[in-house]
């Protein structure tokens, strides 16, 4: 079954400390996954996706086959970066399936 | 550039009442999704479609119909309103192919009394 789970509801952190929101799958095939954000009162925007290794507002998520995970990172948080956060997992088939969301909360 | 967008914003139900729940997109996307965010749950999906005229059930159908008559609009449908259907309904549009973005509207507010 194509799954998507985020085992933390909230990550709180002081500004200035690393963030790693996790995020784990199960599919059987070539996942396409992705990382969604919402903030307050606005709709949800992608912030990555894992084929385009690239870094979005600080951000990265590398895809490990091996475990499953899709996790984001952040070196340093910001408290711009208080939000909801949504692992998804999609099939070029169509079926777009999000884990459970984490709230960010960055404290000054 | 409009992207999606869903009508209404905001919604008070009485239990048993219907309404309909429009979603637009002008992207030309090949698929469309209506989801429900609840509080601790996340973003659910309700119901799908891959093109016009095609629909599929997520993972909680019940109580929901869709139908995808025009490429650019998926309408989601409660035929009798419960409570347990209090929820913020989001939809969002894809392109067809591999590890495309999803665009989402502004959501939809709906209270049922």
């Known amino acids: 079954a194509q799954r998507v789970t985020q085992p933390e509801k909230l990550l709180s952190v002081f500004k200035g400390a690393p963030v790693e929101l996790k995020c784990n799958y199960s599919y059987s095939g070539s996942p396409e996954l992705f990382w969604y954000v919402q903030y307050s009162r606005q709709r949800l925007q992608l912030l990555l996706r894992h084929i385009s290794r690239e870094s979005i507002k600080g951000f990265t998520a590398d895809l490990n086959k091996g475990e499953t995970s899709f996790h984001l990172k952040k070196p340093f948080a910001q408290e711009e970066d208080s939000a909801m956060y949504y692992c998804a997992l999609n099939r070029s088939t169509g079926k777009l399936i999000f884990g459970q969301g984490t709230t960010l909360q960055v404290k000054p | 550039n409009a992207g999606v967008t869903q009508t209404p914003k905001f919604r008070v139900l009485k239990t048993g009442q219907s309404m309909t729940l429009l979603c637009a997109q002008d992207m030309n996307h090949e698929y469309m999704y209506w989801y429900r965010q609840d509080p601790g749950m996340g973003l659910r999906l309700i119901h799908y479609?891959?093109?016009?005229?095609?629909?599929a059930k997520g993972e909680v159908p019940d109580g929901y119909n869709v139908s995808r008559l025009k490429k650019q609009n998926f309408l989601l449908g409660l035929e009798s309103a419960a409570p347990s259907q209090t929820s913020v309904y989001f939809c969002?549009?894809?392109?067809?192919?591999?590890?495309?973005?999803?665009?989402f509207g502004q959501g939809t507010r709906l209270t049922v009394v």
């Open positions: 479609s891959v093109g016009e005229g095609t629909t």
């Open positions: 969002a549009s894809t392109r067809a192919g591999w590890a495309t973005e999803a665009f």
